[in-house]
């Protein structure tokens, strides 16, 4: 006598499902006249915060009156001109930076309609920093704002680097009691710097 599970693989296996065919995705996208303005926007509305900034000179203008950057002990900058107390290429345990409070970084580029920014572990040598560091710091030059996801995906090489995500604000649940906790499994907070 066959048991449940048999008996529902055979019956999914008698039954052949013509394919459906997949969506066309050549058709307009949303797109916004003022890709910083709607990035901004968006990943306030998600509880970042962006800076439009100039050059590297008004990023460290910037970036000193943040105030988890001022209070912060020790600090990452993987971002050319900008400064760090701890140097992240001479960690080779990455549970050693669960200690650093901010870490500034590049991204790559950044989505105007979810507040998003493509990080990869190209040129960081622990890619945890991205996620274990208590507040977290991203650049994006001003000319790599996309206004979509599907001019995201279009912009993404998978040969190299070994690691990508797009991170849209700082951690944050609300499944323990339907409480939200920013912070819980990531960073307290995220600002971007939009240089240019």
């Known amino acids: 006598m066959p048991n449940a599970k048999t008996t529902i693989l055979s019956a999914i296996r008698r039954h052949h499902l013509p394919e459906a065919p997949l969506p066309s995705l050549d058709q307009s996208w949303i797109q916004f006249s003022d890709v910083r303005a709607q ?25 000193s009156a943040v105030s988890e950057w001022r209070d912060a002990k020790k600090t990452v900058s ?15 345990d ?11 970084l590049p991204g790559q580029f950044a989505v105007a309609e979810n507040g998003a920014v493509w990080i990869s572990d190209d ?8 996620f274990i560091a208590q507040h977290l710091a ?6 790599d704002i ?25 951690s944050k649940t609300a499944d323990i009691e339907q ?3 920013i912070g819980a499994h990531g960073p307290r907070s995220m600002t971007v710097f939009i240089v240019g």
């Open 123 to 130: 040129g960081v040598k622990q890619r945890a920093i991205y």
């Open 78 to 92: 993987l971002v050319a001109g900008v400064h760090g107390n701890t140097d992240l290429a001479l960690i080779d």
């Open 146 to 170: 996309v206004s979509n996801m599907h001019e995201a995906y279009r912009r993404l090489s998978f040969d190299s680097p070994r690691f990508g995500a797009f991170i849209s604000g700082p």
């Open 39 to 63: 990035f901004a926007s968006v990943l306030e509305s998600v509880g970042g915060r962006a800076f439009m900034v100039a050059d590297t000179a008004a990023l460290n203008s910037e970036l």
């Open 94 to 104: 990455p549970h050693a930076t669960e200690d650093i409070d901010f870490a500034i």
């Open 138 to 143: 991203l650049v994006v030059s001003a000319i």
């Open 179 to 181: 409480s939200l906790v």
